[in-house]
């Protein structure tokens, strides 16, 4: 039986506490291998800084920052693939003082930034979150960073193989993008490319969604849970029944009554499920959502980490059967200030994927709630 663990990964130095999480990704050096997390913060420098694993030990490096300007802002981190043979290569995006977007990308042998501009004539206010889409299973994986800009549309930074594009998603019929909700891929089967959603909430407080049906971009109005406005967003996953299902999103938000709710698709339809709070609790703030396998045949489970009231870590979780809220504290000596990030990590390919949620702590620093195997 596996237990949970908090671990203090510090701070990038003993000079520079964290600011916020800036994205969250496992790295494989082979098909084979071991993922290994990269957690990109900002540091109360305004650098971009990474926190990693190299197998045996943590680690933190000082990234840096576009020339000339300061980060400000996060949009999200994704791994690309060349290949399905290829070392997996770390990408953050990040807003600059500026207001544009800039990225952060390891070539295989070093990092570099590249500016990514902005949409002509607008400036960026927002990252929504950022996405690898794949044509096809055996397809180079190209990245899609989606931003909110100053005239409250949304807009998408996209790679189509051979250059950087820009376009314009636009905003639901006679509304505005007000708030980041998330981003995710669907998958109609296992040899289908992937298809990105993402997830906003506009003026009204209702949640909608931009995505790509395979020909043309679509809005669609997922609403609002009964009689309760949206607040902000806790975390969008894909779910799957099986490895050869179709992929279903779950898009979880806070509502104004910091209670959480999940938007999702049963395969047929939409629905919106109250998910409640932790015990005598309310809700401030989020960690990240994710989706937990206990082998590559079995189904995949949601895991929403959550900040309480009392400046907890909680989790709400699909056991297979029902939801479940579980209370994870918080590192020893040390409250939960701030939100931050979650991913999952697998030994191997056929081991169980184990959740970590990254959080940021009352004296700065790094921490982590990971799940050990024994």
């Given at each position: 039986?596996g237990?949970?663990q ?81 070392v ?7 807003i600059?003082d ?21 949409p ?11 996405v ?6 055996n397809a ?10 100053d ?10 193989g ?8 636009g ?11 998330g ?15 993402a ?18 971009w679509?809005?669609?109005d ?7 406005p949206?607040k902000?967003g ?5 779910v799957?029944d ?9 898009a ?29 609790r309310?809700?401030?703030d989020?960690a990240?959502?994710v ?6 045949s ?19 979780w699909w ?6 809220w579980?209370?994870?504290?918080a ?18 390919p056929?081991?169980t994927?184990?959740?970590?949620a ?13 799940w050990?195997?024994?």
């Open positions: 039986m237990s949970w908090w671990n203090d990964q510090q701070r990038p130095t003993s000079a520079v506490g964290v600011r916020a999480t800036m994205g969250a990704v496992t790295m494989k050096d082979d098909p084979q291998a071991t993922q290994r997390p990269y957690v990109f913060v900002r540091g109360l420098d305004s650098k971009l800084h990474v926190n990693w694993w190299d197998g045996k030990a943590w680690h933190w490096s000082d990234q840096g920052t576009p020339s000339g300007r300061r980060v400000i802002e996060k949009v999200g981190a994704v791994t690309v693939q060349d290949n399905q043979a290829a997996q290569r770390p990408y953050a995006f990040v600059g500026d207001s544009k977007l800039y990225l952060n990308w390891w070539d295989g042998t070093k990092w570099q930034w590249n500016d990514q501009g902005a002509s004539g607008r400036l960026i206010r927002e990252g929504v979150g950022v690898s889409v794949q044509d096809n299973a180079a994986q190209r990245p899609y960073a989606f931003v909110i800009t005239d409250f549309r949304l807009w998408v930074n996209w790679w189509d051979t250059k950087w594009n820009w376009s314009d998603q905003a639901p019929p006679s509304r505005t993008v007000s708030r980041p909700l981003v995710t891929t669907m998958r109609d089967n296992p040899n289908a490319f992937t298809r990105p959603y997830f906003v909430i506009t003026d009204d407080s209702r949640v909608w969604v931009n995505w790509w049906d395979g020909t043309k679509n809005w669609s997922q609403g609002a849970p009964s009689g309760q949206v902000k806790a975390g969008v996953v894909s799957q099986n490895p050869n299902a179709v992929e279903r999103p779950y979880f938000v806070q509502g104004y009554d910091s209670k959480l709710y999940v938007n999702w698709w049963d395969g047929t339809k939409w629905n919106w499920s109250s998910q409640g709070a932790p015990s005598g309310l809700i401030l989020s990240g959502a989706t937990m396998k206990d082998n590559p079995a189904f995949t489970r949601p895991y929403v980490f959550v900040i309480g009231d009392d400046s907890k870590l909680y989790v709400n056991d297979g059967t029902k939801w479940n579980a209370a994870q504290g590192p020893t000596g040390h409250v939960v200030e701030r939100p931050g990030e979650a991913l999952t990590v697998q030994d191997n056929n081991a994927q184990r959740p970590y990254f959080v940021i702590t009352d004296d700065s620093a790094l921490g982590v709630n990971w050990s195997l024994p």
